[in-house]
């Protein structure tokens, strides 16, 4: 089971920016395609955002693509999500996780479903 870590989640107001980040010891890191995932108090989780292992090719949900960043340090062994303009349906609890392609569709990616602790944003109007 790979071990991840979410962290820089908090209280903003909207228009305001964040920038998440997810780090794990797993070696291999760099094999992985890794994506972030929010869930809302009384919803399902939803995907936001994947990213290759070499960072070549991104992906986004529809309701965050001009406003949200994904990108990956490979070195680091860390995974970032820069959210900007954010609003308060915003507001969730962000998880990353590590997946592998199926083809070179990254919406029909396998999600592993390595949950950590996720962390909180919460978007104030």
């Known amino acids: 089971q790979v071990q991840l870590v979410e962290s820089g989640g908090g209280l903003v107001q909207a228009g305001g920016s964040l920038r998440l980040s997810c780090v794990t010891s797993?070696?291999?890191?760099?094999?992985?395609?890794m994506g972030w995932f929010r869930q809302a108090p009384g919803k399902e989780r939803e995907f936001v955002a994947a990213?290759?292992?070499?960072?070549?090719?991104?992906y986004y949900a529809d309701f965050v693509k001009g406003r949200f960043a994904i990108s990956r340090d490979n070195a680091k062994n860390t995974v970032y999500l820069q959210m900007n303009n954010l609003n308060p349906d915003d507001t969730a609890v962000y998880y990353c996780?590590?997946?592998?392609?199926?083809?070179?569709?990254?919406?029909?990616?396998?999600?592993?479903?390595?949950w950590g602790q996720g962390t909180q944003v919460t978007v104030s109007s």
């Open positions: 996780d590590a997946g592998e392609m199926r083809n070179s569709d990254l919406s029909s990616a396998l999600w592993y479903s390595y």
């Open positions: 797993e070696r291999s890191f760099s094999s992985y395609l």
């Open positions: 990213i290759t292992r070499s960072a070549s090719m991104t």
